[in-house]
């Protein structure tokens, strides 16, 4: 085999491998390693969802518009049941948490870093305003505060206690040293009243 045979052998696996920059008649200035993911059905990241692409030849156009400011390689992985979390950046709030496919897992971490001796099943049941007799110990912050605390339920209890005991003991007080008093002096009045009355009749 000469060598020009062996120079358009390789270069033509190179254009196959995706290898070397090719052009598309549509977009002149459109320069990436594979033309034929343009316009294929799915967003590519990187050179090809430029403007000189056509935004992938359009494809990109959805993502773009749902996530202006979310800048990955491979737009496809947004939003594909999987968290992406350690590679670039699609765990974050510009991708939408990779299209929510990891909230579970930022759950997962935010109540294990907040928890770190919490181990239970389901982590989405922490702090769901429910409260859950599996989670409900202190190693999870009382199913994350779902539950009160033993002792917080016992502080609360002791103060209503001692605030009914304070309520019920004044008004005993109230009605033995003012009500009672009161009364008898009112009863007092009434009787003078009743003498006076049959004194002047006589």
């Not at 993911?37 to 056509?54: H, R, V, W």
């Not at 209503?160 to 008004?171: E, F, K, S």
């Amino acid at each position: 085999m000469d060598n020009v045979t062996v120079e358009n052998t390789t270069r033509k696996n190179a254009v196959l491998m995706g290898e070397q920059d090719c052009t598309i008649a549509e977009y002149p200035d459109c320069r990436v390693d594979s033309p034929h993911y343009i316009g294929d059905g799915e967003c590519e990241g990187g050179a090809y969802n430029t403007e000189e692409c056509s935004f992938d030849g359009g494809d990109c156009l959805e993502f773009n518009t749902k996530y202006p400011d979310c800048k990955v390689d491979y737009p496809i992985y947004i939003g594909d049941g999987l968290c992406f979390d350690n590679i670039e950046s699609y765990n974050t709030e510009e991708c939408g948490f990779d299209c929510g496919d990891c909230d579970e897992y930022n759950l997962y971490k935010f109540w294990i870093e907040k928890y770190p001796d919490c181990r239970v099943d389901d982590y989405s049941k922490l702090g769901d305003v429910e409260c859950h007799k599996n989670y409900n110990m202190k190693a999870c912050g009382w199913d994350g505060g779902d539950c009160q605390s033993p002792k917080k339920y016992g502080i609360i209890f002791g103060a209503t206690a001692a605030t009914a005991i304070g309520l019920i003991i004044g008004y005993l007080l109230f009605r033995t040293f003012y009500l009672v008093p009161r009364r008898q002096r009112q009863s007092n009045i009434e009787d003078e009243k009743v003498n006076d009355v049959t004194e002047e009749q006589l």
